[in-house]
């Protein structure tokens, strides 16, 4: 039974970090490299000073319980990780 809590545990792990890696990697990549379109290009200077605030209300439902579940995921990772870390720490016997 302890085996199969460890396996469950260790793929558990697995996800949650491919999920927190894979948005971090997004995240790097939309910082280092800005989107210009070929409409941005077009504009004159004026009407990039004017334009409005990007909004999140044209974003599809689906794609905000995405990134909910997407942080969410993130968050228990770290917590696991925490826990886990707390645990070898606080071990007298080993080391």
């Known amino acids: 039974?302890?085996?199969?809590?460890?396996?469950l545990?260790?793929?558990?792990?697995?996800?949650a970090g491919s999920l927190y890696g894979i948005e971090k990697n997004q995240e790097?990549?939309?910082e280092n490299s800005p989107v210009v379109h070929e409409e941005e290009v077009k504009?004159?200077?004026?009407?990039d000073r004017c334009s409005p605030p990007e909004t999140m209300e044209d974003?599809?439902?689906i794609v905000k319980v995405a990134a909910g579940m997407g942080e969410g995921v993130a968050a228990s990772f770290n917590g696991i990780i925490l826990v886990l870390a707390e645990?070898?720490?606080s071990n007298p016997g080993s080391a």
């Open 9 to 15: 545990l260790g793929v558990a792990l697995f996800v």
């Open 43 to 47: 504009k004159p200077a004026a009407a």
């Open 28 to 30: 790097k990549e939309r």
């Open 1 to 7: 039974m302890k085996w199969l809590l460890a396996i």
């Open 59 to 61: 974003v599809p439902f």
């Open 87 to 89: 645990f070898i720490h």
